[in-house]
């Protein structure tokens, strides 16, 4: 089973100053960790909390929650 976690939390005005700093749009994120553009900025603004599916994934690759992303569901519970 493939597993990864978060490794600290971060607010969507710290993830967005991340990106600030490193010069890194939104959208070429998105595009780059296979999310869609619509879907990130949904999260950043707080639309989205990332309950589920590919908004649970992206929070968790953003830092915005605790989580794990499990690539095999079979092997869940």
């Keep these: 089973m493939s597993v990864r976690t978060a490794k600290t939390i971060r607010t969507p005005a710290q993830v ?4 600030t700093r ?3 749009s939104i959208s070429s994120w998105a595009v780059a960790h296979g999310f869609s553009t619509a879907l990130v900025f949904d999260l950043l603004a707080g ?6 599916g590919d908004a649970h994934r992206a929070a968790v690759a953003l830092g915005l929650k605790r989580g ?3 690539t095999d569901l079979s092997q869940v519970l």
């Design 16 to 19: 967005r100053d991340e990106f």
């Design 47 to 52: 639309r989205k909390k990332g309950l589920r």
């Design 68 to 70: 794990e992303i499990v």
């Design 22 to 24: 490193k010069g890194v």
